[in-house]
């Protein structure tokens, strides 16, 4: 037993020695900001990973050494989070999916893509296939945002079901506390809005406030008027068993997820019993499993080279 053991942990060395070391890419926008890739691995389809409200790349570090031994994979800061340049406001869907595009494109990173969100970030990369639907391989929704979600809540499970006013009001309590000065670190009330640098931290709210005034507003719309694209794309929207307690909602959240699956040819949902809304962190085997049964089903998961994560040199 005691061989075995040691035995098991060096091949969780090797495995991890395996796994390529993420690094970080500032692409530049021809507006002259920066989108701050974090990518590891090469080999196609390239695998995208889009965080959720208030998130940054560095929330998908337990999955991106599984992910790169398979593919090329690459997360990211959205405007105005992580290593990324603060950028003009809205900051809805269709101006999300246009910095990615072109970082991607000043990365010289292309596709065919698998398209992974979580939470909010599943709204923007359904935006992200719609602009480019020739160039994604297949996607997969982590518990995801659905459009006019809070709509959809309260039309099933009565006022004030699904409401996002906490976020809401915590971005622009936090965003004024910002602007007003340096945040004051032993102030319990604004502990939450505390941020990485802390001289950051009124661009941070700022692009935050934006983000979740817009996701179930002008983002849902120009999701909503379009048809589920590609529509062929196999696509597995996971739904975390624990995001709301057993009831009304939860039902909803369930019912909510199958219906966006039903919405394309090959979508298949499932549900994720143990995991709460931070799959990431709970249940990222589950993910890994999604992703890696996409990349089976995809037509364009023949294993091209797909270049490394180097940036394409300027002209």
């Known amino acids: 037993m005691r061989w075995h053991g040691a035995a098991l942990m060096g091949a969780a060395l090797l495995l991890a020695a395996a796994a390529p070391m993420p690094r970080d890419i500032a692409a530049r926008l021809p507006d002259g900001r920066t989108i701050n890739l974090w990518c590891a691995g090469s080999g196609s389809p390239t695998i995208l990973l889009e965080s959720g409200w208030a998130a940054d790349s560095r929330a998908w570090g337990r999955l991106m050494g599984p992910l790169s031994q398979r593919s090329r994979t690459c997360a990211y800061d959205r405007a105005g989070a992580g290593r990324s340049s603060p950028g003009p406001l809205p900051r809805d869907g ?17 596709g065919p893509y698998i398209l992974v969100g979580h939470s909010a970030g599943g709204l923007y990369i359904r935006q992200f296939a719609i602009d480019r639907p020739r160039e994604i391989a297949g996607m997969v929704f982590v518990d995801s945002a659905v459009p006019h979600q809070p709509r959809r809540f309260e039309a099933v499970a009565g006022p004030g079901a699904g409401s996002v006013q906490p976020f809401l009001d915590r971005a622009t309590r936090c965003l004024a506390a910002a602007r007003a000065g340096p945040i004051d670190p032993a102030d319990p009330a604004l502990k939450p809005c505390l941020t990485t640098p802390p001289e ?90 999604a992703i890696d049964d996409v990349r089976r089903r995809s037509p364009d998961a023949d294993g091209r080279p797909g270049g490394g994560c180097a940036p394409r040199a300027s002209r």
Not at 94 to 110: H, K, V, Y
Not at 216 to 238: K, M, R
């Open 94 to 110: 269709r101006a999300i999916a246009r910095d990615l595009a072109l970082a991607l494109q000043s990365a010289g990173i292309g």
């Open 200 to 289: 950051r931290a009124a661009e941070r709210w700022e692009a935050r406030l934006s983000e979740i005034k817009t996701l179930f507003a002008g983002t849902s719309d120009a999701i909503e008027s379009a048809p589920a694209t590609p529509a062929d794309a196999p696509v597995v929207l996971l739904t975390a068993g624990r995001s709301y307690p057993e009831g009304p909602a939860r039902d909803v959240w369930h019912g909510l997820h199958r219906e966006i699956a039903a919405r394309f040819l090959r979508g298949e949902a499932r549900l994720v019993a143990d995991s709460g809304h931070m799959m990431m962190f709970d249940a990222p085997d589950a993910i890994v499993t």
